[in-house]
């Protein structure tokens, strides 16, 4: 049984920044692909990064440039550092658990998500 913790939301001005991370349990958590998605209000959800096993990224194209995903293999973490934040991100971010075999294929683990509020 995975368990994903997210933390990391708030509310932020447009143009500011914020970090989000994964707590995850397991012992084999450096095995796994993880994710970001998020779900706007009145919208599906959406993946914004990815990051394999062995270090690959990938973004949305909406946020290219503006956000990293990293992973703390030791820490059994993976982070998500948002900059350039825009309305647009405003969203509940979750993480999720995985694998890549040419592209990100989601399991059914998911934290309980973050909140992010972009507004002035």
């Known amino acids: 049984q995975v368990q994903l913790v997210e933390s990391g939301g708030g509310l932020v001005q447009p143009g500011g920044s914020l970090r989000l991370s994964c707590a995850a349990s397991?012992?084999?958590?450096?095995?796994?692909?993880m994710a970001w998605y998020r779900q706007p209000p009145g919208k599906q959800r959406e993946l914004v990064a990815y990051?394999?096993?062995?270090?690959?990224?990938d973004y949305a194209d909406s946020v290219k440039g503006r956000f990293t995903i990293s992973r703390d293999n030791a820490k059994n973490t993976v982070n998500l550092q948002m900059n350039s934040l825009k309305p647009e991100d405003t969203a509940v971010y979750y993480c999720?658990?995985?694998?890549?075999?040419?592209?990100?294929?989601?399991?059914?683990?998911w934290g309980q998500g973050t909140q992010v509020t972009v507004s002035s």
């Open positions: 397991g012992s084999i958590f450096s095995r796994f692909a």
């Open positions: 990051i394999t096993a062995g270090g690959s990224t």
């Open positions: 999720n658990v995985g694998s890549y075999s040419g592209a990100y294929r989601r399991s059914d683990y």
